[in-house]
């Protein structure tokens, strides 16, 4: 196969998207993927990032390439995991404490940090809108993380995912609850379960 057929190939699986990196993985030199670039008119989205002309911009996929150190959370996670019913005003992700996060904030992005033990925690695999694979937190997590930052999340959305899960058949409670021994808000859990279930 042709260095150029590949990059189209591996473009064209991407949806358009097209990294160095990949491409570097893959066997092709920085200058020929330049050249490719160049030649197709390719889109610089960030330093390393290029996308096809007329290519949908995944907004969230394209912020999580750029910051490789950053997992969807929050109002995000609740979205992606349909336990909201609104998209979200401001994208939400979390760090490991000491990451530097001031482009990623600069960028409007709501931005919280949690210690590297608990950063893996519930971390899944999750589809955009648009098909692109996102790192997200599970729903337990998730759960456990908005009654955490409860103070900073409107009560309408916390209602909403807490209710939304308790409903679900894929709800896992036993989790949930080691989720929130671990996070440290079992007490303020059990109150909304009491309610729900």
């Not at 960030?46 to 969230?60: M, R």
């Not at 929050?74 to 992700?93: F, G, I, K, N, V």
């Not at 000491?98 to 940090?113: R, T």
Request: charge should be positive.
């Amino acid at each position: 196969m042709l260095k150029s057929e590949l990059l189209l190939k591996l473009q064209e699986e991407n949806q358009g998207v097209l990294c160095v990196e990949t491409a570097v993985k893959h066997g092709i030199s920085k200058t020929y993927f330049a050249e490719y670039v160049k030649n197709n008119d390719l889109e610089k989205i960030s330093h390393g990032i290029y996308i096809a002309q007329g290519a949908w911009k995944d907004e969230l996929y394209l912020l999580q390439l750029r910051f490789k150190g950053m997992i969807y959370s929050h109002e995000t996670a609740l979205y992606l995991l349909d336990l909201s019913d609104r998209e979200p005003l401001q994208y939400t992700s979390t760090v490991k404490t000491g990451y530097n996060y001031s482009a990623l904030s600069a960028l409007g992005v709501k931005v919280y940090s949690i210690k590297k033990e608990l950063y893996e925690l519930g971390l899944i695999n999750v589809l955009s809108p648009n098909s692109h694979n996102l790192r997200c937190y599970n729903a337990e997590r998730t759960i456990c993380d908005i009654l955490r930052s409860r103070n900073n999340i409107e009560i309408q959305d916390l209602q909403t995912a807490i209710t939304t899960y308790t409903r679900s058949t894929k709800k896992n409670i036993p989790l949930l609850m080691r989720y929130a021994k671990e996070f440290r808000v079992e007490k303020i859990l059990r109150r909304y379960l009491e309610v729900l279930l």
